[in-house]
């Protein structure tokens, strides 16, 4: 099977029982398309800080390193929260 075969099928059973199984499918298969071309990792703010103004994803981590929430906004260094071991971001495109 291949990847978009794989994607395909996920995306068919995640939303069998949807009203609007179409385009929930197709927004799922072009996100999993998106992740795979653009794979990277999450990067910790005590290691690299996001751009002003730059659409990111945010994610508090707790002790095992699995992410406790996610929020997206467009970071500002004044209004933005106070980076720590425990938050990690990744950068997002502007559609």
């Not at 998106?34 to 690299?48: C, G, P």
């Not at 103004?53 to 707790?62: H, K, Q, S, T």
């Not at 929430?69 to 500002?76: A, D, F, L, Q, V």
């Amino acid at each position: 099977m291949t990847r978009i075969e794989e994607i395909r099928q996920v995306a068919a059973y995640k939303y069998k029982d949807s009203d609007f199984r179409v385009p929930n499918m197709y927004c799922f298969i072009e996100g999993a398309q998106w992740a795979d071309a653009n794979s990277q990792k999450w990067l910790k703010f005590t290691e690299q800080s996001p751009q002003e103004g730059e659409l990111i994803a945010l994610a508090v981590i707790n002790d095992g390193s699995l992410p406790t929430s996610y929020k997206i906004i467009e970071y500002e260094t004044t209004q933005s929260p106070k980076a720590d071991e425990k938050m990690v971001w990744y950068p997002l495109p502007r559609l």
